[in-house]
């Protein structure tokens, strides 16, 4: 249950985040993870991780600042122009760092399959629950609605949760982090294809380096 009050949490503070901040800082913030997973893996008790490791962590960070936030003036993060989406964002970055070190101690002792229908049941159970203390609930069926429930509920999150559930039991948690970095990398990819946006020499730099952190 407590991968799902996770996934919950998580994903709550993200989209309310994302009222507030711009879609490449909430890319950025969410991705902080990939920092954040290895420290909270240490204190938990975690084998220590090489210095290659580490190294690949830094490129991987540096490399989603570069592709995910703008380089035009004002564009950058800085207390300053940090806001409470912001920091909402922020939150969830920790709640998904604490998520991947959950599932790495989890999956020693269930199987992936349990862990992926409870955490998925808990999430939407929790969101059901919820949804109308944070807004009014309120649903046009169309065909487009269909479509969005299919990718956000099946793709990125049943779907997406159940391979991270069993690739864990094979993959430690600051690897599955590293991995997470090429979801921008993947988005830029599928806008590119459907969209045909082109990536520049920036975003292009900050590919590179998630890759070679990688």
Known sequence: MSGGFFLFIGNELQTSGLKYTTPSKSAFLTGVSVVLCPCCWRSSGGAAFNRLTSVGVVLAFVGLYLLTVPASTGAGLSLRSMNHGDLLTLGAAVVFALHIIFIEHATQNHRWQQLTVVQVGVTALLMILTASIGE???????????????????????????????AQQFTPATHTALIFTLEPVFAWLTSFIFLGERLGGRSGLGAACILAGL
């Open 136 to 166: 009014k609930v309120s649903v046009v069926w169309s065909s487009r609605v269909l479509w969005g429930i299919g990718i956000t509920g099946f793709l990125s999150l049943a779907l997406a949760f159940a391979i991270q559930a069993w």
